[in-house]
């Protein structure tokens, strides 16, 4: 790619982290950005780079990480509220048939989806793009299916960076779905896996036989198994490190949710028995109505849960399984993850430069972070640094403080309504409150699709595994003549009644209710959910 005519050419200053190895700090330095890359970094007291003598650096005050990655996520179910799970869990298939699952996640979700006027596909992306960006995360994964139209992916190309859409070649896309048929055929499973760069698949969700049997289906009768280096095993709760040693025989990688894994399960994945088998691992936060409220999030969940468990883990592990592990999973660390030269400037700045750096982005809150950057662009942080860095954007408040977020697309689909977050969180609200009137239109749109009678016209939010979508987030090969993976029909079988529920807060600064919920959660082991809630 040409340089451009008259490149954008601007700086920052702080303390840099660049996560290249344990201890690669520069105490007092700065980041030279050109267009989207890093042209330089360099200590403080050292002449500019030629082209940026007269470029005055925005001093940030702060200590600057790589934008953080987050390889799992349901990103259109986070405007729901952390769920308060009623009792400990075998299966991914036990959860989704409660009864209190049903009223506080998938019915509010399918009337959503299904009673959908037009408005609300365009609030709902738009709300959980910055409740990743108010926290940091420049990358995520998880975005919606749709069974309505293949361009589902125009709704997620705004600011933040979408695993599953990537920027090829320079950074090539993650695949997360598979066809229902090459999902229950091993040699067409096995073949979409070679064929992939980075495949994020759940994997042994839930810490029983059942559970288990999901991966022992990978093997198929002349004993080879569907595991490629491209398979990124999502959860991993039932596996052991015999089964973590066939994973990284084929240099498979986990993606970790702690938090999720302890509130339905009791218990989480043998991460120490996948670091001893020489796993890559990375970190996501799942969804919120079972995790993290975001990736900055889950790291302090991580931290707490390496502590009680004894994992092991340091705070520079843990801060590698949300920037530089994700990125060499996604095939991407040559262009991000890292702080280095000629990289993406996909940067997160938090207030303050002393003690552990590494324990300091950990420890920080929403509040404390001050600047957000996607390929060299401020897209959230506060009013003076956004204006310092030139960016615009829309004003909002995390706690009492004035910040600015900026979700412009210079190539988004015309056809697509380009709405605020404000009138995001207005039209949410309604809909989420007014859910006893919406929930009749969804079941009616539910019994017009199932017919066939429905006409496909518009934009149309399709959850994932609620619909039959004809693809799935998991292989569903069969084991000892079962075929193993979640059943639909009993997700969407006899609809509770839905009453009103609260649009999840877009930071825990300003939602106390996910403080006291989390700290109430029954499967939690004694005090973990006090650890983590200690940390705002």
Known sequence: MSPAANPKRWALTGRIVTMATEGDVIKNGTIFIE?????AILPKGQPAPVGFEAVAAVTTGGTIYPGLIELHNHLSYNVLPLWRVPQLFGNRDQWQNAKSYKTSVTGPMSAIALADDGSLLPALVRYVEA????AGTTTSQGITLSNWSG???????GALRAAEIGSPPDLPRAHSKIPDIDAE?????????????????????????????HFLALRNSAGDWAIEPSLAGIHCTALDATDFGTMAQHQAKVVWSPLSNLL?????????????AGLTIALGSDWSPSGSKNLLGELKAAKVVSAHFNLGFSDYDIVAMATRNPAAMLKWDSKLGTIAKGKFADLVVVKGVTGDPYAHLIKSREQDIVLVTIGGRARYGTKKAMQQ????????????????????????DPGIEKITLAEATTRLSAALGNLGTLQPHSIAMSAAIASGTVSRTGWRLALDEQFGN??????????????????????AAAAEPLHPIKLDGLTVADDPVFIDTLKSEPNLPQGLGAAIAAFY
Do not use: M
Not at 151 to 157: E, F, P, S
């Open 151 to 157: 361009t589902i992916h125009k709704y997620y190309k």
């Open 264 to 276: 339905l399960y009791g218990k989480t994945t043998d991460v120490v028995a996948a670091c001893a």
């Open 185 to 213: 055929d091993w040699a067409k499973f096995d073949n979409e896996l070679k064929s992939s760069a980075c495949f994020l698949l759940h994997l042994s969700e839930g810490i029983d036989p059942k559970a288990h049997s």
């Open 470 to 491: 004809n693809v799935q987030l998991r292989p569903r090969l069969a084991y000892n003549g079962i075929r193993t993976g979640p059943d639909l029909a009993a997700v």
């Open 389 to 412: 860095a030139g960016g615009s954007g829309e004003a909002l408040k995390v706690g009492r403080s004035a910040r600015v977020i900026d979700f412009t697309s210079p190539d988004q």
């Open 35 to 39: 267009d989207n890359r890093i042209a």
């Open 131 to 134: 409740k990743c960006l108010v």
